[in-house]
């Protein structure tokens, strides 16, 4: 059962909670990367006591918020929030921080939970870890663990998948706006993150294969391209035909993509993506009260390229669409809606303009005069 609020006590010290987490000798996680995600999965592992301590590695204005109005954490996206006591996490703006406050404290997994674009500044950090703590990555795309791996050989990488939005409503207060299931490989260090999961009453899956798991998130994520040109938010975004017809199309490039690659795909929503991909078509009429029911979606649900556009800055459009490209090059095959969206983001991201509101016909004219 949730615990109830409780006023806001004053942020723990360091050294003191290193103490906590001494006494009751539970496994410390490290959150590299404190935003929506990270703090979402973090606070998930803290809802009872006694069954983790976080660490949490973000920038100082996310500590600062932390400290004035708590962490707040959540079973899923119809489930109220839980006020975190802060004896349960610490929050540093680097690892070397951390190591300093908490010297010998060896993290049982570490999450990197950034975007793409920072693994190559925050993976050189714990690179001295080596294969001692494994390396859990949740993010968007494919082929992550190629990317630690490139940076840091030794690493044991796990992957993970974060299947729903997850938005701040209030400082320290992420939640999850749509349906799912945090989603982990079967490693040892996805095995523990699960049970630590499972402890708290969060639901987690653990899947044996986590390559058509990916590569069926990737082509979910095509749609954030979507919503961040069209300044929809994701009940608007797929409330709207011409917007789905976008992401429809980029679904039937990516998938006729795969095909070639003999890549599989699949997704924990309960309509195949292979039909989703024509529903994605319907009539508004029709499409509208189906997605309701699929997606469960809360108003103020958006993608995290949304997100990135309306604080200006770089997108993982090159994760996504520019993923699919990448593909489609090896092969032969053309993606023109993939590569047209990457366009319009490239353009659009170097404005800096935040979120605006665009038409079809506003959204491509500039870009292709350009
Ligand atoms: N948001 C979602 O709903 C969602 C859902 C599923 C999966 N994902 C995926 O999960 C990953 C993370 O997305 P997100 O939306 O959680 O990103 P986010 O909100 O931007 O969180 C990442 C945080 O890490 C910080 N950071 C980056 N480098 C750091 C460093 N060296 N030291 C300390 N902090 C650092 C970032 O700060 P700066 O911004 O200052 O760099 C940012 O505050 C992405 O791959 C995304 O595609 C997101």
């Known amino acids: 059962m949730p ?3 409780s006023p806001t006590p004053p942020p723990t010290p360091p050294a003191a909670a290193a103490d906590a987490a001494d006494a009751v000798a539970v496994p410390t996680i490290v959150i590299l990367g404190a935003g929506a995600v990270g703090i979402a999965f973090g606070s998930a592992l803290l809802l009872k006591p006694g069954v983790a ?6 920038r100082p204005h996310v500590g600062a918020a932390l400290a004035a109005h708590g962490l707040h954490g959540c079973r899923g996206v119809d489930q109220p929030a ?3 006591p802060p004896d349960r996490y610490a929050v540093y703006t680097c690892v070397a921080d951390f190591e300093a406050a908490e010297p010998g404290v060896v993290p049982a997994a570490a999450v990197l939970s950034t975007k793409r674009l920072a693994t190559a500044k925050l993976v050189p950090d714990v690179a001295h870890w080596g294969a001692r703590v494994p390396i859990v990555t949740m993010q968007n795309g494919i082929m992550m663990d190629k990317d630690i791996h490139a940076l840091m050989p030794e690493a044991r990488v796990a992957l993970a998948m974060c299947p729903f939005n997850v938005v701040a409503v209030a400082p320290g207060d992420y ?8 989603t982990l490989d079967a490693s040892e260090a996805g095995r523990l993150l699960a049970r630590l999961l499972g402890a708290n009453d969060v639901a987690a899956t653990v899947c044996r294969d986590m390559g058509p798991v990916m590569n069926g998130k990737l082509i979910v994520n095509l749609h954030n391209a979507v919503s961040a040109l069209s300044g929809l938010e994701m009940k608007d975004e797929y409330g709207q035909r011409w917007t789905r017809v976008l992401i ?8 006729a993509v795969y095909r070639a690659h003999h ?6 929503f309960p309509v195949p993506l292979w039909l989703l991909r024509y529903l994605l078509l319907l009539p508004n009429v029709l499409f509208r009260p189906l997605w309701a029911l699929v997606a469960r979606a809360v108003p103020g649900a958006r993608s995290s390229m949304y997100d990135d556009f309306q604080h200006k800055r770089q997108t993982e459009i090159d994760y996504f669409q520019g993923a699919i490209i990448q593909l489609a090059e090896k092969k032969g095959i053309d993606v023109p809606v993939c590569r047209r969206l990457y366009a319009a983001v490239k353009y659009y991201e170097a404005q800096r303009l935040g ?8 959204l491509f004219a500039p870009v292709e005069a350009s």
Do not use: D
């Open 3 to 5: 615990e109830p609020a």
């Open 53 to 58: 301590r976080v660490v949490f590695i973000g």
């Open 82 to 84: 839980v006020r975190i």
């Open 175 to 182: 939640r999850p706006m749509s349906a799912g299931h945090w």
């Open 248 to 255: 429809a199309q980029c679904y039937a490039e990516a998938m």
């Open 263 to 268: 890549m599989k795909y699949t997704t924990s």
């Open 355 to 362: 979120i605006v509101r665009r038409t079809p016909e506003t």
